[in-house]
């Protein structure tokens, strides 16, 4: 009889892992975390998890999370999944995914080769990565591991048909991001358009120009992580000063650290923004103007499709 797969969590990704379990019809694994006075953390697994499909839910939104992750991993494996599938909703480390200058530390690289050591389960590991901010990434993971990059194009596409605008376009913040909005386009089959920056000094950019006529129409930005909103409202004002009746935002990571959904939405540019639960962020700030789509179904779908296959 084949068992149920197990859905673990980390104590922050506790809410997804509730969700993904409820999708899928999955059973919740859990275990017991306690901490001591210096801070060192003790974990112990409650659920009998021996020669069960197991997934556990966590993101490296902090190093915290990230050690709690590995902590975790290695126990599971340790106490003897069949698989292991590791989903990283968002992973944290992505915009230091090179080194730009001499000595500069490659946190993308380094915390891919730390998850990439958690021993492996009998029937491999899997690390499943959600709308990577660069597509190379999953190359840094180890060759123990399979890496998968899962893409959130269908709760996006959802998401903005959702608002029911007519003859509406889909813009990016710049022309990096063109060719993610350009595939969102042709799905929905509507227009794409994204703006020219010029970059003036280290910190700072310079919209020049924007490539389609927006003139008279709503326009939805897309863009992969919201963190603080700069250049995201930077944008937003050359689409509104080249015509734009109604803007709203979309984004699959929002990350909004400090006031910064306080910010875009003083900036008066947006009626609304759009983001997953990936971070627990956003759910946390969701609101009438910040609106959160779960992620629930599209890993839950995965983990039911994938179950039970051998990595090689």
């Known amino acids: 009889m084949k068992r149920p797969l197990l859905v673990f969590g980390t104590v922050t990704y506790a809410y997804l892992a509730d969700l993904v ?148 376009v889909i813009a990016s913040t710049d022309a990096g991001r063109a060719k993610w909005v350009e595939s969102l386009a042709n799905e929905m089959g509507i227009e794409a358009a994204f703006v020219y920056k010029r970059r003036i000094d280290g910190s700072h950019t310079q919209v020049i120009g924007i490539s389609a006529n927006v003139m008279g129409k709503p326009v939805v930005i897309y863009d992969d992580m919201i963190r603080t909103g700069g250049s995201l409202i930077q944008a937003a004002l050359a689409y509104r000063n080249a015509g734009a009746t109604d803007l709203i935002a979309i984004a699959t990571h929002g990350l909004f650290p400090g006031d910064s959904l306080d910010k875009i939405r003083d900036s008066r540019v947006f009626r609304k923004v759009i983001c997953t639960d990936s971070h627990p962020r956003a759910r946390e700030l969701a609101s009438e103007f910040l609106e959160v789509k779960t992620i629930a179904g599209l890993v839950a779908e995965y983990l039911q499709t994938s179950q039970g296959k051998k990595e090689c």
């Open 21 to 168: 379990a409820q999708h899928g019809g999955f059973v919740r694994g859990s275990f017991q975390q306690n901490e001591f006075p210096d801070g060192e953390r003790h974990h112990r697994l409650s659920t009998d998890i021996e020669d069960h499909d197991v997934a556990l839910i966590g993101g490296t939104i902090s190093d915290r999370d990230t050690l709690e992750l590995y902590d975790l991993g290695w126990a599971l494996s340790e106490a003897g999944a069949r698989s292991l599938s590791i989903i990283i909703p968002y992973f944290g480390y992505s915009t230091m995914e090179r080194a730009v200058c001499d000595g500069e530390v490659v946190m993308a690289k380094s915390r891919a080769h730390l998850l990439s050591s958690i021993p492996s389960a009998s029937g491999g590991n899997r690390i499943v990565l959600l709308d990577l901010h660069s597509e190379g990434l999953p190359f840094y993971f180890g060759s123990n591991v399979r890496p998968k990059h899962l893409y959130a194009k269908k709760i996006i596409i959802q998401a903005a048909l959702s608002l029911g605008l007519k003859d509406f």
